[in-house]
């Protein structure tokens, strides 16, 4: 049994439930977008986002005096609980400036870049993108080749990265760069880069779907002061992991996806129907979906474990477990709501299909990528079979 909240906890939930009643506007409500960047421009969302982060609250748990809200981990349950309680979101939860590059910072970084860099990310001021892949580095991204080359006061960089996911609006790259092209993983260094910087060009990679989610970087001579190195030259391996290892964590300000606006439940019973007893009419889909529930729940009490058993609050190898299994439960999600709704569940766009269709169906081709994107599935299995289980390495 759940132990009972202290006194102090109750009267900080009281006090946080009236802010976020006073201050979540209205208009927001449910609106949860699919990428933290979208809704940028809307006033309201700006409006929303500047009064939480103007408490600290969108980083909850940061310290204080980088601009974080100072809160342990039980009262910034209760924030994220009435958050989403009135029907909204950490606007700034699910950019790569809070959930990877501020967590690693904040152990890495030193005192200057701390104070450059994470105050404006608990603003959502900066937005940061990853240069990690390049177009022969990805799995195997020890076999990174853009190159830093030591001038004394800066390096000077040049190479090219891929996939940078929202580089054509990022303002800041965390980047992996090569500093000693004699030694594997001990000659990789982790830099920061401002994207404004000469030399540096953007490509969006159009998809078929018409969007262009990530990019192509190009650095060509590009200065980069020498205080914009992130722990020790050539030691950029360690720390890069590390935010792989954030990256991985499943994040509990994570929005609400489009297609997880309306209960599973509810979306069957209204598109499948059901019988006098109230049971869903296709027994295979009834089967499927009771299973569904059951990992579903499993996983969020699994989840709920690991954050109570958490002594440093930091990450470790086991998020390669968590994201395995979370991503392959949020595509059997995806692909079970778009069987549900039958024919309903083929548009991608057009009329015929409401909004709430359409959604569920990008988000079931959207989900194929959360077992490629930050380290594959197959990867994952890698470090499961290597760290945790200590099996030996087939590479070696
Ligand atoms: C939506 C999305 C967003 C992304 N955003 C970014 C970003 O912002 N910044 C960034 O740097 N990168 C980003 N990436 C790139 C991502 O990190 C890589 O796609 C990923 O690491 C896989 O690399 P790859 O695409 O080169 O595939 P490959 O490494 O070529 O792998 C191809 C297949 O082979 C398998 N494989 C490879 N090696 C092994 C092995 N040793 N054992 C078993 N199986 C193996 C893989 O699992 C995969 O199925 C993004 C990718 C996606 C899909």
Redesign the pocket.
Known sequence: MAPEPSDSLTAFRSAARGWVESNFPPSLRGRAPLMGERDLDEPDFRTWRDALCGLGWGTPTWPKAYGGGGLNRDEARVVREEIRRAGGWNPIGWT?GVRMLGPTLLEFGTEAQKLEHIPRITRGETRW?????EPN?????ASLQTRAEDLGDRFRVNGQ???????HYADWCFCLVRTDSSRKHEGISFLLIDMRTPGIEVRPVRLISGAS??CETFFKDVDVPKDNLVGPLNGGWTVGKRLLQYERQRSEDAPVRAGDSRAIEAVARDYVGVDPHGRLTDADLRTRLTHHLMERRAFDLTMQRVAANATTGGPSAATSILKNVSSKISQERAELLVELMGAQGLGGGGDGFNGYEISAVREWL?GK?TT????????Q??IIAKRILGLPDP?T
């Open positions: 790569m993108c990853q240069g990690y892949s580095a990805g799995s195997d991204l990265k891929l996939w940078t996911s929202g580089g989610p990530f959207a990528a490629i994107y930050a380290g594959s599935y197959e990867i299995n890698n590479q």
